[in-house]
């Protein structure tokens, strides 16, 4: 048995994310890790009508191991659908969903639901970060003529 996962974000991004999940790792959505599904929020639309709909998404996935419920922003119409969803032991909410986070918990979803929530969370901060740029910048550099070009070159 695994931990099921539920991602709830605003329309569209819950459906990507499980569309990337999916690519990742060349299945089909709901066999992306195991048990996933996703809940696009619409503008607009009713909190409790959201909110029983998260319920039985919830009860979709849930195997008997508890289920990991990822949201985008805590606060935010979704992340308040996921807040209600939450149950120690059986329902945690995490907000601030990423790609990073949605692997690390299908990866590792065969552990107990805390251990899911912890991997997610680690998965999920050590995959932001500031990438430096080490290419060369094109715009407004005139073309390297001569000696330019064997600076260039010495420097690589």
Not at 40 to 65: F, I, Y
Not at 79 to 91: D, H, M
Not at 95 to 117: F, I, K, W
Request: net charge negative; glycine share 10%.
């Amino acid at each position: 048995m695994t931990v099921g996962v539920l991602i709830i974000a605003h329309a569209p991004l819950a459906a990507a994310l499980a569309a990337a999940a999916a690519h990742v790792y060349a299945c089909a959505p709901e066999r992306a890790g195991g048990q996933l599904r996703a809940f696009d929020v619409q503008p607009d639309s009713d909190t409790e009508a959201n909110v029983a709909r998260a319920r039985l998404l919830v009860s979709e996935v849930d195997s008997g191991t508890g289920v990991l419920v990822l949201t985008d922003a805590f606060g935010a119409s979704p992340g308040n659908v996921a807040t209600q969803l939450a149950e120690p032991g059986r329902v945690a909410v995490i907000a601030g969903v990423n790609l990073p986070m949605l692997l690390r918990a299908l990866c590792y979803r065969d552990g107990s639901l805390a251990e899911t929530a912890e991997k997610a969370l680690a998965g999920g901060a050590q995959g932001v970060m500031q990438v430096a740029s080490t290419a060369v910048q094109h715009q407004g550099v005139r073309p390297a003529q001569g000696d330019d070009l064997a600076r260039l070159h010495d420097q690589q």
